[in-house]
């Protein structure tokens, strides 16, 4: 695990930047409030996946707030201190007075507020101010810390290789029938050498996009026991997801013309129900609520349903939701190995796909 201290205002933004490339942390700690500097950082660590861990070190407490409040305090928790404090994937309190104040902070110092801006405050002592605790117990309460922010939050420190790994495992974990699937010698290679850190880190991804039970059968198709994560402690998940099955027999988005372009069509049962998943997947990800489950979904109905290809493009058509489809084809074709014969339509590959890409990366799907 590696971590990347920041606690000089004085170092420049570029300074820090050269630092993390070269070093390529895990995660980063910021030690510093009321820093225009610490803001780009924590800005330039959202842009590149890095979870970021704040200190306050009692800068956010009433009498430091107060201290030229209206000029300066102010201003900065509306522009940037109040986003950072509710972003931080954790926060470090070194008193438990502290750790209360900071579950109740609000814009004015001296009112309580009942809308916590972050629910992830953990205490943990100074060793240097404070005989409670020794160094060396202090260290690992933060070693702690930090591998459960890594834990919560697995996709954001998987590399390349890992996620290309998970794709094969789901892949086949998805399949009805394992020998078709066409998984290549490299892909096979690069699964069964993964590292037990690489293994906990797909896992935990797995599961909380839903496709843990997949991924393990994909490993067991290649004769793979891997570790379990029963246990693991992790902070509660943030984010909205769903990570239910898509329904296959109601859609949630364009219900009755779907009723009666299917009709106008003659598209047979099965039809309906590709059409039907395919609309859910669509909705689920203009909510902002889309998971690995919903792309797995979507990939088996396609892959694994005898329709006809043409009906369902025809009703796609007139629900103006074929261009978008066309869109998430090329996705489960670059992600999941798609073949074109299992595509209803030819993929697309254009600016709206690259959107939808950033979208799902976003989210910690792909």
């Not at 704040?54 to 300066?72: A, D, F």
């Not at 984010?239 to 219900?255: M, T």
Request: proline share 4%; charged share 25%; hydrophobic share 40%.
């Amino acid at each position: 695990m590696k971590v990347l201290h920041y606690n000089n205002t004085a170092q420049s933004f570029k300074a820090f930047k050269l630092k993390a490339l070269n070093e390529k942390p895990d995660i980063v700690h910021i030690h510093v409030c009321w820093s225009w500097t610490a803001w780009r950082v924590m800005l330039w660590c959202r842009n590149h996946l890095k979870p970021v861990v704040i200190s306050p070190g009692k800068q956010l407490m009433p009498w430091n707030v107060l201290r030229n409040y209206w000029l300066c305090k102010m201003p900065k928790l509306l522009i940037f201190q109040r986003w950072m404090i509710k972003n931080a994937h954790a926060i470090v309190a070194v008193t438990e007075q502290e750790q209360q104040h900071l579950l109740k902070i609000g814009i004015y110092p001296l009112l309580e507020y009942n809308d916590t801006w972050n629910d992830r405050v953990v205490l943990i002592p100074d060793a240097r101010y404070t005989n409670k605790i020794s160094e060396e117990d202090m260290n690992l309460l933060y070693l702690k810390l930090y591998q459960k922010v890594l834990d919560s939050h697995s996709f954001m420190v998987m590399s390349k290789d890992d996620k290309l790994a998970e794709n094969t495992l789901l892949r086949l974990g998805l399949s009805q029938d394992p020998e078709s699937q066409g998984i290549s010698l490299e892909d096979a290679e690069r699964v069964r050498s993964l590292s037990e850190d690489s293994w906990r880190k797909i896992l935990l991804h797995a599961d909380e996009e839903g496709v843990l039970q997949e991924i393990r059968q994909g490993a067991s198709l290649l004769q793979i026991a891997p570790q379990t994560i029963a246990g693991i402690d992790r902070f509660p998940a943030r984010s909205k997801k769903n990570n239910h099955p898509l329904p296959e027999d109601k859609a949630l988005l364009k219900p009755f013309l779907l009723k009666e372009y299917s009709e106008e069509k003659h598209a047979g049962d099965a039809d309906v129900r590709v059409c039907t998943v395919i609309l859910n997947f669509i909705h689920e990800m203009q909510k902002g609520t889309l998971s690995r489950r919903h792309v797995a979904d979507l990939y088996s109905t396609l892959r694994f349903t005898d329709y006809n290809e043409r009906k369902v493009t025809d009703v796609l058509q007139l629900l103006k939701e074929r261009k978008t489809l066309a869109r998430i084809l090329q996705i489960l074709h670059e992600s999941l190995g798609l073949e074109e014969g299992f595509m209803p339509m030819e993929a697309k590959n254009d600016r709206g796909t690259r959107k939808i890409k950033k979208l799902l990366y976003k989210a910690n799907i792909q």
